[in-house]
Nanobody
Framework: VQLQASGGGLVQAGGSLRLSCTTS????????VGWFRQAPGKEREFVAA????????YLADPVKGRFTISGDSNGNTVYLQMNSLKPEDTAVFYC???????????????????WGQGTLVTVSS
């Protein structure tokens, strides 16, 4: 599974961006899809995920109420809609996919098998 993350950019605090994670070759129907981010000097952290079965969504506490994760009807793209962005959201955002991701392991990067190349989000104050 090849993943392509896109949609990053420079935005002022309070603004919005929508990131896209697109797969080629296979759809996301049999995969859990997660978004992670990594700020300079920090570890990669969980942001949001969509489960393989049922399409349940999960959000990290710092982004609840501001970010949403969704997928298109074809199963080829997963979106991360980011509203009310803050300077502390500045990071490289990565999407990832995994077939054997169980609920308890959703926030763990190690649970995912495939990763996109990352897209930079910069939020200015």
């Amino acid at each position: 599974v090849q993943l392509q993350a896109s949609g990053g950019g420079l935005v002022q605090a309070g603004g919005s961006l929508r990131l896209s994670c697109t797969t080629s070759g296979r759809t996301f129907r049999n995969y859990a899809v997660g978004w992670f981010r990594q700020a300079p000097g920090k570890e990669r952290e969980f942001v949001a995920a969509r489960s393989r079965v049922g399409g349940y969504t999960y959000l990290a506490d710092p982004v609840k109420g501001r970010f949403t994760i969704s997928g298109d009807s074809n199963g080829n793209t997963v979106y991360l809609q980011m509203n009310s962005l803050k300077p502390e959201d500045t990071a490289v955002f990565y999407c990832a996919a995994g077939r054997g991701v169980i609920t308890s392991s959703i926030p763990s990067p190690d649970a995912y098998d495939y990763w996109g190349q990352g897209t930079l989000v910069t939020v200015s104050s």
